[in-house]
């Protein structure tokens, strides 16, 4: 149990345009889900918190207008990186947790690569 | 912020010594403590994790111990295997939220047959 996918696994893009990226968890709901962006050989960093039916909580440097996230639903979260340039290519993660109000696992998407040319 | 810190950042031990990676974190409130795997191009995956009120974890081969006086929290692998070779996140739970995660650098480990 506890699997979470995202979609698309990799994308190629022009500079300037927008891309979605979506997390699911397949079999369990996830009322908080995590995004994440890893450079090359570097750690994962946190971008936002995303808690459905409200506002995702953006970490510090990290633009709200740029990288919009929408939670609409206990398995779905998407992540849009609107007005993308070659600096947001990067490899994003997905994560999910089945409870908001206590630690628990995080459960990982396999990521998406995103490549803007 | 909370602050991790991870070392070594590279590791190359042989096949069936033991290795030893370390991380401290700042933010006294952290109480979560997972270990993640990641493979090239993969995604990380959970081996190992500890909560604050417990000081040692065991699985197997893979062990962690914390010390929240110090602040530091250590993954022990024994009998390394080339299969073991990766790179290794330390994490902790960010004070404020609870249960976003701060990652460490990562520890990039090679195993030698």
């Known amino acids: 149990g506890a699997v979470v996918s995202q979609h698309p696994s990799w994308v190629i893009c022009k500079s300037g345009t927008s891309v979605k990226i979506e997390c699911r968890s397949l079999d369990f709901q996830a009322t908080t889900m995590f995004w994440y962006r890893q450079f090359p050989k570097q750690s994962l960093m946190l971008m936002a918190t995303?808690?459905?039916?409200?506002?995702?909580?953006?970490e510090q440097g990290v633009e709200k207008d740029k990288f919009l996230i929408n939670h609409a639903s206990l398995t779905l979260s998407t992540l849009t990186v609107t007005s993308a340039h070659p600096e947001d290519s990067s490899f994003y993660i997905c994560?999910?947790?089945?409870?908001?109000?206590?630690?628990?696992?995080?459960?990982f998407g396999p990521g998406t690569r995103l490549t803007v040319l | 912020g909370e602050n991790v810190e991870q070392h070594p950042s590279t590791l190359s031990v042989q096949e069936g010594d033991s290795a030893v990676i370390k991380c401290t974190y700042s933010d006294s409130a952290s109480n979560y403590f997972p270990w993640y795997k990641q493979e090239l191009g993969k995604r990380p995956q959970l081996i190992i994790d500890?909560?604050?009120?417990?000081g040692e974890k065991k699985d197997q081969r893979i062990a962690v111990t914390l010390n929240k006086t110090a602040k530091h929290f250590s993954l022990h692998i024994t009998e390394t295997q080339p299969e073991d070779s990766a790179v290794y996140f330390c994490?902790?739970?960010?004070?404020?939220?609870?249960?976003?995660?701060?990652f460490g650098k990562g520890t990039s480990l090679l195993v030698t047959p």
């Open positions: 500890i909560r604050s009120n417990v």
């Open positions: 995303s808690n459905e039916g409200s506002k995702a909580t953006y």
């Open positions: 994490a902790a739970t960010t004070g404020d939220s609870g249960y976003a995660l701060n």
């Open positions: 994560s999910a947790t089945r409870d908001s109000f206590s630690t628990d696992t995080q459960y």
